[in-house]
């Protein structure tokens, strides 16, 4: 079965799990629909940590990563459920297609972590609203853009 939707948490680094508050934890936002179902989500995916492949587009992409804190590179991707009355895009490929999403391109960043924060990718973006996607990553708690360059229509 095919699955284009998000697949929960992974672990960035190798070797045993560590406990959460030796890690920095980053976490894909969301916008849309209140689950993969609903014809408006839109979502991050990741896909490449440290130069790693995580996730693929038939067993799902984590929407969160765990990392040991110091120096990263992620790359993210943003998901998109086929907005209401739309039924294909063109350059969607046959197995996002029969899923009913759209797979943006990439953005990659290269951030410093510290550990028990929390991090989140934001974005916008939008087929329906033709707003082309751009992403960036905050500390959680301070809204301090740590990687990428927020727009002044981010949210």
């Known amino acids: ?71 990263h590179t992620i790359k993210v991707i943003m998901l998109e459920k086929y907005p209401a009355g739309m039924t294909s895009l063109p350059g969607t490929n046959s197995a996002m297609a029969e899923a009913g999403a759209i797979r943006w391109p990439s953005a990659s960043f290269v951030l410093d972590t510290s550990p028990s924060k929390r991090y989140v990718v934001k974005f916008i973006g939008s087929s329906a609203e033709k707003i082309p996607f751009i992403a960036w990553i905050e500390d959680e708690n301070s809204g301090i853009v740590v990687a990428g360059s927020k727009p002044s229509n981010g949210s």
Not at 34 to 50: E, G, L
């Open 1 to 71: 079965m095919l699955s284009l939707f998000g697949c929960g948490t992974t672990q960035g680094y190798d070797g045993p799990e560590k406990p959460l508050s030796e890690l920095a934890i980053i976490v894909g936002a969301r916008h849309g629909g209140t689950n993969y179902f609903s014809r408006d989500a839109r979502w991050i995916a990741f896909t490449q940590v440290d130069e790693k492949t995580v996730g693929n587009a038939f067993m799902g992409y984590p929407e969160n990563v765990n990392l040991i804190p110091g120096k």
